[in-house]
């Protein structure tokens, strides 16, 4: 039990256009999500944390205008990079919690061309 | 703020050799430690989770401690194989179980 999936695994998108990520507690219920980014040789790093039904919050540093973030039910939480850029090129992971544990999406690989 | 750092960054075995990767905390204030597993490309494995009141957790071949007042982490690999060649991150929850920071990991290579 306690799969999280991602999807897409991985995209790559033109500069200036806006990519989805979703995020999904496919055998229970996730209040809360978190998402993470992770460029290369670098260690993951908290963007945001995301609440079901009420507004995520956000990393020091993180943009919120940029990376939305939807929570809109309970096994569902989406990140939506706007008007990207190449240095948004990165792997981008969710994780929602499970009791005491968190558990992972297998990531999505975003390239900005 | 709350530092975690992994030593060492890379490591490289022959298969078989029993191996120790190292974690350290700055804030001792923490729920637990989790050790983690990543292969290139794929999102994160949960090897062992450790309560902070406990002292190690065993699964297999893997044995995690933790020792909370030193804020220092071992995660021991016994008879280690060409398979468990992969980056390890640990990673501490505060208390109120609301963050995760993480280490930037180590990098290990089992040769056969």
């Known amino acids: 039990g306690a799969v999280v999936s991602q999807h897409p695994s991985w995209v790559i998108c033109k500069s200036g256009t806006s990519v989805k990520i979703e995020c999904r507690s496919l055998?229970?219920?996730?209040?809360?999500m978190f998402w993470y980014r992770q460029f290369p040789k670098q260690s993951l790093m908290l963007m945001a944390t995301?609440?079901?039904?009420?507004?995520?919050?956000?990393e020091q540093g993180v943009e919120k205008d940029k990376f939305l973030i939807n929570h809109a039910s309970l096994t569902l939480s989406t990140l939506t990079v706007t008007s990207a850029h190449p240095e948004d090129s990165s792997f981008y992971i969710c994780?929602?919690?499970?009791?005491?544990?968190?558990?992972f999406g297998n990531g999505t690989r975003l390239t900005v061309t | 703020k709350q530092e975690v750092t992994q030593i060492p960054a890379a490591l490289s075995v022959p298969e078989g050799e029993n191996l120790v990767l190292n974690c350290s905390f700055t804030?001792?204030?923490?729920?637990?430690l989790q050790w983690f597993r990543q292969d290139p490309g794929k999102g994160l494995t949960s090897l062992l989770l450790i309560q902070s009141s406990q002292r190690e957790q065993t699964s297999g071949r893997l044995n995690a401690s933790l020792d909370k007042s030193s804020g220092r982490s071992t995660l021991y690999i016994a008879a280690s194989q060409p398979g468990d060649s992969a980056t390890y991150l640990c990673a501490v929850t505060t208390i109120n179980f609301n963050k995760f920071y993480f280490g930037s990991g180590t990098k290990l290579n089992v040769k056969p």
């Open positions: 804030d001792s204030a923490i729920y637990n």
């Open positions: 055998d229970f219920q996730a209040t809360t």
């Open positions: 995301s609440n079901e039904g009420s507004k995520a919050t956000y």
């Open positions: 994780s929602a919690d499970w009791g005491v544990d968190l558990h």
